[in-house]
């Protein structure tokens, strides 16, 4: 019977550490594998029009029509497991690598595939991180411009088995791939002091007020005291002025008065803000 060829996207994966996990406890591992076939992983593979062509134990072979529809479908599932990994001891995770190539292989009478094109994609599924889902050149350049992803060039690489080396590219999913927030510059000295000395001149005139409080001497006389020190530590800051004292250069406030009391008129000029 004459070999039957085609161009095919091809999907690896397996369980990370999966031995590992069935030593420290086999029934309860194969249970949650059995569950993750039968809920997620192959329903996720029929809606992105995949076909499952083997199955190795802890890891399963793929062949998709479309990269595009295989690395929609290895993203879906490997954000679906950092989900289903919440809340479970770290070393009860399970984790899937994924490889993606896109590449010429040979179709069986009984539907398998066999040829470079399903090596090198489990090969790349050797060389990835738990978690992540690393392509060869051909896959990316599919993708590349089609899905809006940070992939990492891992440069020209050599797999197992391979005779020529293959570039490979990774995509960290999940977690993971949480963009940093964009800097936002350094904090001037000016704007880590001004919410301190605003609070400390608010501080002392709660004093003031305190201290003339259920006393017989009545509220002190009012006064002026100019905001411009405010003013100062907020200019040349995104705040502007507090919404409470909105401040120009011609302007003050009428606040408590202070006077001096003491008969000593010395301390008159700590009265004076």
Known sequence: MAETRKLAAIVAADVVGFSRLTGADEDRTLARLRALRS???DPTIAVHNGRVF???GDGVLVEFRS????VRCAIEVQHAMVERNAG???DRHIE???GIHLGDVVEESDGDLMGDGVN???RLEGVCKPGAICLSEQAFWQVKGRLD???TDLGSTQLKNIAEPVRAYSLQVGAAAAKPAPPRGKVGPKKRLAPIALAGVL????AVVWRYLDTDRGAPEFGKITLAAVAWLYRDTDRGAPQFAKVDHERSIVVLPLSNLSGDASLDSLWTL
């Open 96 to 98: 899937f690598r994924i």
């Open 149 to 151: 992803l940070e992939f």
């Open 88 to 90: 479970v001891p770290n």
């Open 54 to 56: 083997k199955r190795t």
């Open 39 to 41: 809920d997620l992983i």
């Open 67 to 70: 990269v595009v529809d295989a």
């Open 120 to 122: 090198i994609a489990a």
């Open 203 to 206: 501080i002392a005139l709660a």
